[in-house]
């Protein structure tokens, strides 16, 4: 067992978070950051993703609660039309990453909004930070 020692200095850093996602994730729960921190390569609310080519879902920042159920799909097919935004083509790929309301919005309707809303900073931040 190490023994514990104290630093002559204190240091302003108190907790030290490390997340790991993939961007959507980080969008999801941290992207609303950059409202705090312009150096953060967060969310603007100008991003957008289309359902259909009439109808684009924004994003917005009045996520709730975490709703896993439905998760959006993390097939290889699912993947490759929320990155290209169209369904399977092996012939033809092309990623334009606008493909992700389209494809939540087929595993379940209204997904869309779930996967295209995040959390506002307060929603996210713990009083003990």
Known sequence: MAAETSSATSSPIKTVVVLV???????????WFK??????DGVTGS?????????QVTFKDTAAHVDPDPDPDHSFRAI????????????NPEIKMNGFAQNAERTKPGLSETVMNG???????SSSW
Do not use: A
């Not at 996602?21 to 992207?31: A, I």
């Not at 409202?35 to 953060?40: A, C, F, G, V």
């Not at 991003?47 to 109808?55: A, D």
């Not at 490759?80 to 012939?91: A, F, L, N, R, T």
């Open 21 to 31: 996602q993939e961007n959507r994730s980080f969008d999801h729960m941290l992207g």
């Open 35 to 40: 409202t705090l921190n312009p150096e953060i």
């Open 47 to 55: 991003e957008s993703n289309p359902i259909s080519t009439s109808t």
């Open 80 to 91: 490759y039309e929320q990155v290209s935004g169209k369904p399977w083509d092996i012939k």
């Open 119 to 125: 959390f506002k900073p307060e929603m996210v931040r």
